[in-house]
């Protein structure tokens, strides 16, 4: 056992007491809507920043009972780039909260080390995520590429995005075969990654840059995020939400008749951002829904490149469903 892990046992026995005291996260929290500043349009121009990562690292090993938390704060976190910064609110919060959540799960966070290192020392992640900005490039000529910061967070958001940058929680790909996983609950079983599935998250959170501020209803936040997956499955070759589209390609209709009475709501509790709240199918099957509807919006396109268009800039989220004819896989 490292000494990180030593220090880390340690401190699961006193801290995760505390982890319940300053609450739980809520799992997927649901991005930000900001262009960037000085918006960039070439898509080799953007940075792929990771030096928060080894950062996280030292402190892991140096951290003690008395010293995690504030070695977390002071040296990971007030030492960091932009991007850990503005990976806090709703998200780290801050060093005693980073503690508490690691604390918690230390054999995993362990595990999950040289897959997020192989960031810098396996140059295909970075090149596929390169890649990816070049085909949205090549489909949509107006897209803005933000830098992106490459943080480890406490296993509560895969990504978001800030003012002028993409943000990716590694630690919510970062698992193998063999990373323990006992220590997480069922909703981060659920939706912990592989460290191959962080150009799909890039592309997923880029589509959002692009995006224009949405309706309130949850047809219109579910066609967002839906959107962004169809919109990065062209671009990077897949999607992250393989659970929600397992589910939902064996119960398409009564999803669509569920969805469709509730979709001019603003109530969004059963379809999107649960976290480990959904207990009795798969959570954010919205993401599954405007993924369908956007889809059958596609194929009916008989120009894909002014489809891509309008994918990413809805602003009318009924008349767009309208154009889909979307019927629940009944079309």
Known sequence: MSQGMRHFALIASVMVFAGTLVGRPDGHLQATTAQPIGQNHD????????????????VFDNATLTTAAELFQREYIEAGTPGVKGFLANRIVNGR????TVAARPRYYA???KNSLALDRSPEIKESIR????????????????????????????GTTSPD?????????GRDE????????????????????????????LVHIQQPNAESTLL???????????????????????????????????????????????????????????TDRPADL????????????????????EAVRRIIRITDADGFLRESEYAGGAQ
């Open 43 to 58: 898509p080799d121009a953007a940075k792929l920043i990771t030096s928060d990562i080894p950062n996280f690292w030292r």
């Open 97 to 100: 909260y980073l503690a508490a």
């Open 111 to 113: 595990a999950i080390r």
């Open 131 to 158: 890649a990816g900005f070049r085909r949205l490039k090549a489909l949509y000529s107006e897209a803005v590429f933000p830098d992106v910061y490459f943080l480890i967070g406490r296993m509560n958001s895969a």
């Open 165 to 173: 940058a993409l943000l990716i929680g590694v630690e919510m790909n």
């Open 178 to 205: 063999s990373t323990p996983i006992d220590e997480l609950t069922n909703w981060e079983r659920a939706v912990t990654g592989r460290i191959a599935d962080l150009p799909h998250i890039v592309a997923h959170e």
């Open 220 to 278: 219109a936040f579910s066609l967002r995020e839906g959107g962004a997956d169809f919109i990065a499955e062209l671009t990077s070759g897949a999607h992250t939400n393989r659970a929600q589209h397992a589910h939902g390609n064996a119960h398409e209709h009564e999803l669509w008749e569920e969805f469709r009475n509730a979709m001019h709501g603003s109530d969004l509790t059963r379809w999107l951002f649960q976290g480990d709240r959904s």
């Open 286 to 305: 919205g993401y599954y829904i405007g993924y369908k509807v956007c889809e059958a919006f596609y194929r009916r396109a008989t120009n894909k490149s």
